[in-house]
Every structure is written in structure tokens, then in C-alpha cells.
């Protein structure tokens, strides 16, 4: 979008964007592309967190649920079969960076999909500035693997609290939402485990409610320490650096 103090005129509606999240045949290309080893999962949190919500199950691939998610949207379909809600059809723009191979037919089979249902994917392959494309906001959609270090306790305020959706930050979506503000500002507060929990819970539920983006799937990884470090701690969420002292130091006499 070029006017971003307007409503995006297409992805502004949670049941636009939910319908287009049933379109991506997750379960297909984790199969496919990774020969099932990773978990499919919809919460912002790390799929090891205690706090991912398990009792919201991941959304299905269901072209069935995103056309009457379109109709209930307003977006029926004409003679040709494509839809439309006035002068706007269901499309979104994809970008992936150039050299973004491993996307680009897993892309594909969204973009046939789509058509199906009478809703267009376009997929556009940019050279380079992908990174300025994110910072403005501009667009409609971009695929990217984000790797998150292993935290004990990950902030995800700058990612989707209102505050930083106007401003270079990682909210990327843009998202503003009070509810959703709420539950972020909560888990920065130093809780209970118990009450951590249950203010993660409600973010998650919140989250799904609005689909800001989607999560495909997180891939295994596997790290090998050295023995020259020491203090090496497995927690939760995998090894954090910061637990790390070396070995020489440690047994230094």
C-alpha cells in the first residue's frame, strides 16, 4: 500500500488474511521440501515455549474454509470466476529476495491455489533492498527464514505492540491493536511462572484472532559445542551464548 494512515484495502480484514493463511499447503511442502522433519505451528512463540498456546491447533490447508471466509468478507465471485469486493479482487503481492530458490516453488503451489478459489498470489523476486522494502512497509506480503536465538525469555514487543508500528522496528505488519498491546506489556512485567503462562496463552489466542502474519514451520537444528566451553546449559528454548565460560577459564587453578 502507498498510503499507509489508510486500511490496507484488501489484507485490513483478519478474515482475508486467514482465508489466504488456509491456502498454503504447509503440511504438503514440509513433507516435500523437509521430509517432515519440522513442526507446523501458528503462535509467535518458539514452538518449544511452554507458552505456544497447544491447545489452538495449527490452521489446516482448507480451500473449502478460504472461499467462505472470502464470500463472508464480501469478495464473491463473478462470471469469470474471480472475486472481488468492488473494485478491490483478493490479491496480495509476495516478495522473496533473488536467490530465494527454495521459496519460490512452495510459492507456486499458494499462487495455484489461490486461483482455484478465485483469489490471486503474484510473486515478485526482487534483486536487492528487500530490507529497505520491510523498513517502509510498502507491501503486501514477503516470505523470509528468520532465525531467533535460543532466549530464556523472548520480548516480543517490538515485533507487534502498537508503539512500534509506525516507527523502524520489526513490527513489520504493522499491527495495532489494544487487546494485543495489553498481553505484550503483561509479559514484560517479571511474573510467575504460572501467570507468565496464562498471559501467553491470551496473547496467542489474541494473535490468531488477527493473524498480523504467518508462521509456516520451524525446521530442526542441531548445534555441536565444543569441549573447550564449559557451563553449556540446555534449556527450554536450546543453549543460550551468554551461559558459555571457557573451560580453561573456568578450571584455571
Known amino acids: 500500500p502507498d498510503d499507509l494512515s489508510k486500511p490496507h484495502p484488501v489484507l485490513s480484514d483478519a478474515r482475508v488474511r486467514t482465508a489466504f493463511a488456509h491456502l498454503y499447503p504447509r503440511e ?6 523437509e521430509g ?23 490452521l489446516p490447508f ?7 471466509l472470502f464470500d463472508e468478507a464480501g469478495f464473491v465471485r463473478g462470471k469469470a470466476g474471480r472475486r472481488a469486493r468492488g473494485d478491490h479482487p483478493p490479491r496480495m503481492a509476495v516478495f522473496v529476495p533473488a536467490g ?37 512497509r510498502k507491501f503486501d506480503a514477503f516470505i523470509a527464514l528468520r532465525r531467533s536465538s535460543p532466549m530464556v525469555a523472548p520480548d516480543l514487543y517490538s515485533d507487534f ?32 511462572s504460572e501467570d507468565r503462562l496464562a ?15 504467518m508462521f509456516l514451520y520451524s525446521r530442526p537444528s542441531c548445534i555441536l559445542v565444543s569441549r573447550r566451553w564449559a557451563n553449556v546449559k540446555v534449556r527450554e ?7 558459555f565460560v571457557l573451560r580453561s577459564i573456568l578450571e584455571r587453578p
Open 28 to 33: 504438503g511442502i514440509l513433507a516435500e521440501r
Open 100 to 136: 530465494g530458490n527454495y521459496w519460490t516453488e512452495p510459492l507456486s503451489y499458494f499462487r495455484s491455489e489461490a486461483r482455484k478459489v478465485g483469489a490471486e498470489v503474484d510473486v515478485k523476486v526482487i534483486p536487492s533492498g528487500l530490507s529497505q522494502l520491510v523498513s517502509s
Open 36 to 58: 517432515g522433519l519440522g513442526v507446523i505451528h501458528d503462535g509467535p512463540f518458539d514452538f518449544r515455549d511452554p507458552g505456544r498456546a497447544t491447545s489452538h491447533a495449527p
Open 199 to 213: 498471559a501467553q496463552t491470551a496473547l496467542a489466542k489474541r494473535f490468531l484472532e488477527l493473524r498480523p502474519l
Open 62 to 68: 482448507d480451500p473449502a474454509r478460504a472461499a467462505a
Open 237 to 243: 528454548l536450546g543453549i543460550w551464548y551468554k551461559d
Open 161 to 192: 505492540h502498537s508503539s512500534m508500528a509506525r516507527i523502524e522496528s520489526s513490527n513489520w505488519s504493522g499491527i495495532e491493536d489494544a487487546e494485543l498491546d495489553r498481553h505484550l506489556e503483561r509479559l514484560r512485567m517479571n511474573l510467575a
